[in-house]
């Protein structure tokens, strides 16, 4: 059972980036997963999230407007897209699922099934 965040990069501040989340051993269909990021010094925060259906996803006032989240439940994988790339969004992105059809942002850590991060790094 594994989570793998892949995709991410050094980018310039205005640039894209599509993060992928990538689910092996279990059907990513039947759950919602969320994507948060750790910047340097700074706790981890929740920035997006999608239920299983895909029907219903929440973002972040830091990332609403240039971020996408979707999944393709054929490929077993949920996506991040992300636009209009600024310094601050450089941190450790990773994606994560509590097995269930929501995502409790204020859970702690531990009540999350984590995937391995991806690093973003934004230049000016």
């Known amino acids: 059972v594994q989570l793998q965040a892949s995709g991410g990069g050094l980018v310039q501040a205005g640039g894209s980036l599509r993060l992928s989340c990538v689910a092996t051993g279990f059907t990513l269909d039947y759950y919602a997963v969320g994507w948060f990021r750790q910047a340097p010094g700074k706790e981890r925060e929740g920035i997006s999230n999608?239920?299983?259906?895909?029907?219903?996803?929440w973002y972040a006032d830091s990332v609403k407007g240039r971020f996408t989240v979707s999944r393709d439940n054929e490929k077993n994988t949920v996506y991040l897209e992300m636009k209009n790339l600024k310094p601050e969004d450089t941190a450790i992105y990773y994606c994560a699922t509590q097995f269930s059809d929501s995502i409790r942002f204020g859970d702690p850590p531990q009540k999350l099934y984590w995937g391995q991060g991806t690093l973003v790094t934004v230049s000016s």
């Open positions: 999608i239920t299983y259906s895909g029907d219903n996803t």
